[in-house]
């Protein structure tokens, strides 16, 4: 005798049911979760900017945030003004700037509309930080920073991130040892041209003495992410450079 | 054992030695090569997949009379990835920075032919108290193998465990590196994590005969 499981009409109604249970689960779940979710996405990009300005909670060699408890009034403390730069050089004021999307903005450029550029400016023991959000492609997934420069474009500190590079390899560029090596970088060369900073394998400089190289030491086995890090570093920190120009001015 | 029965205590033990599911069973090699290059990412893929699996293996068998043979594989799938994304949220929402150093191995845990093999294998044709113990034995049984790979590759790799310089400074030269000790970089390269499980499966089985095919 046909058992009644393996019936066509039994299969397809099981599946419909199954769909429908797990998708409301599913649903459930997520929209019940997604407040938080939100909230801690938010803590964390407060938490990155404070980071690259170097307000941190940094032990020897490992990368601390500042505590989720204190993030909110630490980040209205040392942001003093969040900007959003359009056009290259018009800068608007706008204290939700550290809410817009990077990855959105690209997408807009992209298919010819125009990318507004959020920058934070952070004042701690009378230094002037300025702090850009940029994106590019790792070698899995995206990863992003969050750039501390001063007026001249010289790298004050920096916050590395990413999706899913690999662990113990292209991860570790949100390892101290990286991280901290583009502090006092250069972006600019000695003439005043943009150039970046590029992650070199080839580097001659592994302790990072020369800070006017425009490079630093890359990480032995992340050859491509880190060739998406300089990329990234290039093609998203150039933009800001007609409005740093306005600084000097 | 007075808790469990005999029968079922074998359920836990054997795959953590003679029926382990990656030296003797040869399955979930994919994410051992994978996430093992740090221990902490081993230790923590093996508590996910303690979950998924010991969840996952009682849903299916709570279900198992109710499952349309054609479409089995697939209400499988869908057990596992609904557990994974449960998890996944649940982390992002109540532990988001943990969440954030696991990546994209949360969502790993679905191809994880461990957790399908359990379902089909046992969970099929077994009770829910069964399949749960057979679904956390054999989750420990796996997650014993990543975390004595992720161990090796982490401190000859790094020099280092759950991210403490155990072995000193390689840059200071402090501890073993004074005397010229070199990380072995090689270490955090996915086939030594398979020559590392060939040496746990060379050993367990020069020190049970039983276990060697012909």
């Known amino acids: 005798m046909e058992n009644r499981t393996d019936k066509n009409s039994y299969t397809i109604l099981f599946a419909i049911g199954m769909v429908l249970i797990v998708g409301a689960l599913l649903a459930f779940v997520a929209s019940s979760l997604k407040p938080n979710i939100t909230e801690n996405k938010r803590i964390e990009k407060q938490q990155n900017i404070l980071y690259a300005m170097g307000v941190n909670e940094n032990e020897e060699g490992s990368a601390n945030f500042i505590s989720t408890d204190k993030v909110a009034d630490e980040f209205t403390k040392y942001i003093t003004k969040q900007i959003v730069i359009t056009n290259g050089t018009q800068a608007e004021e706008n204290s939700e700037a550290y809410l817009i999307d990077v990855k959105k903005e690209q997408s807009k450029a992209k298919s010819g509309g125009e990318r507004r550029l959020p920058l934070f400016i952070g004042e701690k023991e009378g230094k002037t930080y300025y702090i850009a959000p940029i994106r590019g492609k790792g070698l899995w997934d995206a990863v992003w920073a969050y750039v501390a420069m001063d007026k001249n474009m010289v790298v004050q500190g920096a916050y590395f991130d990413h999706q899913g590079e690999t662990a113990g390899l292209g991860a570790n560029i949100k390892e101290r040892f990286f991280m901290d090596d583009f502090i006092g970088e250069h972006l600019l060369d000695a003439s005043g041209n943009f150039v970046g900073i590029n992650i070199s394998k080839s580097n001659a400089d592994p302790l990072n003495k020369d800070k006017t190289d425009n490079e630093v030491d890359a990480i032995a086995g992340a050859t491509i992410t880190g060739d998406g890090v300089s990329a990234m570093l290039r093609s998203d920190l150039k933009l800001y450079v007609p409005y740093f120009k306005t600084l000097k001015n | ?214």
Do not use: H
Request: with cysteine; aromatic share 8%; glycine share 10%.
């Open chain 2, 1 to 214: 054992m007075g808790l469990l029965s005999r029968k079922d205590s074998k359920l836990i033990l054997d795959p953590l030695a003679d029926d382990n599911p990656i030296t003797i069973q040869v399955l979930g090699i994919c994410s051992a090569l994978a996430i093992t290059a740090q221990l902490k990412a081993s230790i923590v893929m093996a508590i996910s997949v303690l979950f998924v699996l010991g969840a996952g293996n009682v849903v299916i068998s709570l279900i198992r009379n109710i499952i349309p043979s054609k479409i089995r594989i697939i209400v499988q799938l869908t057990v596992v990835a609904a557990l994974v994304i449960i998890v996944d949220q649940v982390l992002k929402a109540f532990s988001y920075q943990l969440s954030k150093e696991l990546g994209a191995f949360i969502g790993l845990i679905i191809t994880n032919c461990i957790i399908m093999g359990r379902f089909e294998a046992f969970a099929l044709g077994n009770g829910p108290w069964r399949s749960f113990l057979d679904g956390i034995g054999n989750a420990l049984g796996y997650g014993v193998i990543l975390i004595i790979v992720g161990f090796f590759r982490e401190l000859l790799g790094s020099g280092t465990l759950l991210g403490f310089k155990v072995l000193g400074d390689p840059i200071a030269k402090t501890g073993l590196y004074s005397i010229g000790y070199e990380n072995n970089g090689f270490m955090l390269l996915a086939p030594m994590a398979l020559i590392v499980v060939g040496v746990i499966i060379w050993v367990q089985r020069t020190r049970n005969k039983a276990l060697i095919e012909d």
